[in-house]
């Protein structure tokens, strides 16, 4: 499985930005999507994720209502829509693919990763 995000850039705060996994290879029907960030200095966090069927989405209280994660079945793309940007949404953005069946939110619990778009927003 491999995974390639897009999508990032330099925005300023309150505009939106769309990000992009293309995911190619083999993938259960049963796998699950995570989007993830990374801050400098800061620890993966978990941001969304959903089942490869497209349902059972979940978000982290800290992007609940901004951000939506969906996925494009025509195009095998998990796509993660992020509304009113903050600064401390800065961070280079993962995805990644976890055979699991639900979505978790330990990055320790996804066997492919993708390499990560840095998304920048200033105030």
């Known amino acids: 499985v491999q995974l390639q995000a897009s999508g990032g850039g330099l925005v300023q705060a309150g505009d939106s930005l769309r990000l992009s996994c293309a995911v190619s290879g083999r993938i259960f029907s049963s796998a699950t999507m995570g989007w993830f960030r990374q801050a400098p200095g800061k620890e993966r966090e978990f941001v969304s994720g959903i089942r490869w069927s497209g349902t059972g989405t979940y978000s982290s209280d800290s992007v609940k209502g901004r951000f939506t994660i969906s996925k494009d079945n025509a195009k095998n793309t998990v796509l993660l829509q992020m509304n009113s940007l903050k600064p401390e949404d800065t961070a280079v953005y993962y995805c990644?693919?976890?055979?699991?069946?639900?979505?978790?939110?330990?990055?320790?619990?996804?066997?492919?990763w993708g390499q990560g778009t840095l998304v920048t927003v200033s105030s």
């Open positions: 990644a693919a976890s055979t699991r069946t639900s979505v978790t939110t330990t990055p320790s619990l996804y066997n492919y």
